[in-house]
């Protein structure tokens, strides 16, 4: 058995870091016209053909189909990796009591819920609660907790072991799969992306539901510049103070114009409505 891969997702060529531990992984690699010269996402169980939505989620499916015998799996971005070597001599070191490697969350002036509406579409996001609700209705508080704070997880990028993996994958790619079905397409490219920013919130959704131990790292920010790289304490203590301020005035869980423009396209959301009830 080996000891960690870390997937680098990728779409372009690139000078990767490439090693034992780092795999440069093309994604969407089934309906590309390009031929990178790396492994891609489109061999045995795999959903490569939906690389354009699922972005890394593809590459990440592949890697639990596929990718067996390793004792820790880890997902990265071709410009975004760890901000700390790793290899196979101290991966254990590193993840010694923790269950996950998460990046440091970035502290946000409103909501995970507030951002991901803005990111993608409030539409989306309800289906996305009521998908959860109904599959795992067990996460009903788990969702006002995480969603309605202000601490976001970046990247989907994580390391953990094979078999953590195996039960993170089986939720996330139950809700994804539930979720794709029931969304309408969109024109925009950015918006037909939905699916992977939910993947990204999810991985937090998970963590915290299930009180993981989390050993948290930076981004090495040598690849990319990102105004979440830029923040300061400074910027933490304002974006605390604004998140509070925001918070006293925003008592709701979803738009209810939302809720109910979606029951106008046939698409009902039964468990949503009933957690905004409780939550009234």
Known sequence: MEKIKILVCTHKKGDFNHDNVYIPIQGGKAISDVN??????????????KNKRYCESSVLYWAWKNLKDVEYI??????????????????????????????????LPTSNADKFERTVCTEDWCILLD???ELYPGYKKSIVDYFYRNKFIPYSMFITKRNELDNYCKFLYDILFCVENRLCSFK???MNRSLAYMGEWLLGLYCYHNNFRIKYVKVDNNQIRSKYHKITWMVDIKNHITFFLWNLQTKRIVDNAAIVGLEQDGICLPHLERLIKEYR
């Open 131 to 133: 998908t959860i609700l």
């Open 188 to 190: 925009y490219a950015r």
């Open 74 to 107: 880890g997902l990265a971005h071709y410009r975004r990796l760890y901000n700390l070597k790793i290899s196979d001599e101290n991966i254990d070191k590193l993840m010694k009591g923790k269950d996950f490697l998460l990046i440091k969350p970035v502290i």
């Open 36 to 49: 990178l010269g790396i492994q891609g996402d489109d061999t045995g169980d795999n959903i490569s053909e």
